[in-house]
């Protein structure tokens, strides 16, 4: 059945909006994983990001080539992309109330909502975007939804060096990873959020006591796994005997403030911070590296510690952050009203965001939705008064 067009979003008119806006609070990590090279959908948990290992004398990186991921949970997991961010939250955190969240989503989709309520807050402008979403009860889902969510890069193709660099100025932490995602939680405005995101390194030094710490608290997770047969592990983690989503215990938590974000570029064209700032700001990634070379001659580069440069960013777009508020809402109340699901599109061809009837398959196993179900919370509220 072909779908069907239900409405259009406008863009939130914020020609009276107040000059003091929502800002991020609240901030907390709540799960991490690692992709591991696998001939089936595998994670590791908690993982843990690259170690930022930077060269202490210029440094030649080759380009990048070969494999490229844009949308990496899609690609391994194509029939739930985020399943495994609920997966590795009910095992760090089995009894986690997840009806007290308004919207759980990847970093990107608030990005490219941001573009739309502002053009300039993105490097390339306002490009098309597609995204998915579904609402149970109280809770919204948005899925990234991507025409290609991966690439190859031939021998004779130039793409840059960023990844390369990566693998150069970095040391894994997980064998055979493919990259390090992270679950943190916070409120803006009125609404609380997750938001999954992919971290590039951590920096040791800034970790401090709070990371050695959470690495101590996360002991006794790690050997509670390490003790814990397979068919315990998925009763915990209630892992459905259908799901192809394999887990396995490695790594350790590090804190937020130590995770790195790293941007590369040619020497002759200097980063712009506000370039970077949207991106850092959704993830609240308190350090950033901006690399350049000389046909790949990387200089050694430096960690920067950006939180005062966010905060400033979400004074000064306090109106664009308003809007996005009220846009996620109205997104939430149209989708809500059509059965709870819908795909907002943006192509380029007009100045509103289009919103179809979504077609298919759930975005999540069954056993997921249960935690999602109200009627649970009133039998455990029941429950709790007898």
Request: negative net charge; charged residues 25%.
């Amino acid at each position: 059945m072909a779908s069907i067009r239900i409405a259009d979003i406008h863009r939130p008119d914020l020609t009276n909006s107040e000059k003091i806006g929502p800002s991020i609070t609240d901030v907390e990590h709540l799960s991490s994983y690692n992709w591991i090279e696998s001939s089936t959908p595998t994670i590791a948990v908690p993982g843990c990001p690259p170690l930022w290992s930077p060269a202490k004398t210029p440094k030649k990186v080759a380009k990048d080539s070969g494999l490229i991921y844009i949308a990496q949970n899609a690609v391994r997991h194509p029939e739930s992309p985020l399943e495994p961010l609920f997966r590795s939250l009910y095992i760090e955190n089995p009894l986690y109330n997840i009806r007290l969240v308004d919207l759980i989503t990847d970093r990107n989709n608030i990005r490219k909502l941001l573009s739309f309520i502002n053009p300039n807050l993105s490097k390339n402008g306002l490009e098309p975007f597609t995204i998915g979403v579904e609402v149970t009860n109280n809770t919204a889902i948005f899925c990234r939804m991507e025409a290609e969510t991966c690439m190859f890069i031939g021998p004779h193709e130039f793409r840059g060096y960023g990844h390369e660099f990566e693998k150069a100025f970095t040391t894994t932490q997980v064998s055979a990873s493919t990259g390090h995602h992270r679950i943190i939680s916070y409120n803006l405005g009125d609404l609380k959020f997750i938001v999954r995101y992919e971290t590039d390194a951590y920096v040791d030094e800034l970790s401090g006591v709070q990371s050695r710490n959470v690495e101590l608290e996360n002991g006794s997770l790690l050997s509670m796994m390490k003790t814990m047969s397979l068919s315990q592990l998925e009763s915990r983690s209630r892992l459905p005997a259908e799901s192809k989503l394999v887990m396995k215990e490695e790594g350790k938590q590090v804190s937020i403030q130590s995770t790195l974000e790293i941007k590369t570029r040619v020497a002759h064209k200097p980063i712009n911070i506000q370039e970077v700032l949207p991106q850092l700001w959704v993830s609240q990634t308190p350090n950033l590296v901006r690399a350049y070379h000389k046909g790949g001659l990387f200089e050694p580069p430096e960690v920067e510690a950006v939180t005062r440069e966010i905060t400033k960013w979400e004074e000064d777009h306090a109106s664009d952050l308003r809007g996005l508020v009220i846009l996620i809402k109205e997104i939430i109340r149209v989708a809500r009203e059509n059965d709870g699901n819908a795909v907002i599109k943006y192509d380029g061809r007009s100045d509103n965001l289009e919103v179809w009837r979504r077609n298919g398959s759930k975005m999540l196993p069954d056993d997921l939705y249960s935690k999602l179900d109200n009627k649970m919370e009133s039998v455990q509220a029941i429950g709790s008064d007898s």
